[in-house]
């Protein structure tokens, strides 16, 4: 269950904790902008899953608007998302092309996120068993392992390999990898999340639609047959952290309309407002004891 990373021999206090969640990201992109123009950044780790990995690797590189300009200007295009070439056999989401557009109009900054020396790991999902793996970045991994951590099962038709391991979405085995961060020293952790705060987990008919096509993936079948209790045992420790531990909360408001595929441009814009809106209030509560 931990993966292949290195285990830290200092505690990392502070941490970073961000949840995916596709098109809901873009909450995150929000809330990460604003902490780059106040240059507001006291964590000394950061663990994050799917989109959520992603944001924080902008934020990180310092590129302020790129997460956005990638949700409102590519991400809504048929070549990335397209039910028609997915009823047809092909990517719901394609991946593949995201990373080769963004690599060629706007790749990170690499140097500039390892300059700053802090552990950064990207939350993976092991197809064999289910289990999630935590795999520390650097900058010869993290764009392989951005897309790997992205890579939503069936909807995405392929299993990226990490390490010699097939590996799907860190979403599906560990949404909000908290207790990791718990695991690994941290007591003061800031956790960004894609849903309301009152959201909570129920099994739906998307986990049946998707362990149906992973019946020769038992462990990672079983895992998404399970994802309602994962998710809501993240969501308690959020809200009732172990003694020592104090986490500061930042999620979208209620009545928050994006789904992890939406793609209507207002829609969008007003997701990244909300995250922006989030971000002062944010601040102010990391800053009290």
């Known amino acids: 269950m931990k993966g292949h990373t290195r285990v830290q021999r200092q505690p990392l206090e502070n941490a970073l904790v961000v949840e995916g969640g596709a098109m809901r990201g873009i909450f995150t992109a929000g809330v990460l902008d604003v902490f780059l123009e106040r240059r507001f950044n006291p964590f000394a780790l950061y663990i994050g899953v799917s989109a959520g990995a ?4 902008a934020y990180l590189a310092e590129m302020r608007g790129r997460s956005r300009r990638i949700y409102t200007e590519l991400s809504g295009r048929p070549e990335f998302i397209s039910v028609s ?8 989401m394609d991946l593949d092309w995201m990373w080769d557009i963004t690599i060629s109009l706007m790749r990170l900054d690499l140097a500039a996120i390892y300059a700053k020396g802090r552990p950064f790991l990207v939350g993976l999902t092991d197809v064999a068993s289910g289990t999630p793996i935590y795999h520390e970045t650097s900058a ?9 951590s992205s890579a939503l099962p069936v909807f995405y ?31 003061r952790i800031m956790v960004i999340r894609s849903r309301p705060r009152g959201f909570r987990r129920r099994r739906d008919l998307s986990s049946y639609f998707v362990s149906w096509f992973l019946q020769r993936h038992s462990g990672l079948r079983a895992t998404i047959l399970n994802q309602n209790r994962i998710y809501n045992e993240a969501v308690s420790i959020i809200h009732d952290p172990p003694a020592g531990v104090s986490i500061v909360e930042v999620c979208p408001p209620p009545g928050f ?33």
């Open 257 to 289: 309309r994006l789904g992890r595929f939406s793609t209507a441009p207002a829609e969008l814009e007003e997701g990244y407002a909300q995250g922006r809106a989030q971000a002062e209030g944010a601040i102010a509560r990391w800053g009290r004891p």
């Open 54 to 57: 992603s944001n924080i690797a």
């Open 140 to 148: 010869g991994n993290l764009e392989h392992l951005l897309k790997a």
């Open 85 to 92: 070439r997915f009823l047809r056999g092909g990517h719901m």
């Open 157 to 187: 038709r392929d299993f990226p390999v990490v390490d010699g391991r097939r590996v799907t979405d860190g979403g599906v085995s560990d949404p909000i990898p908290v207790a990791e961060a718990i695991r690994r020293g941290a007591r």
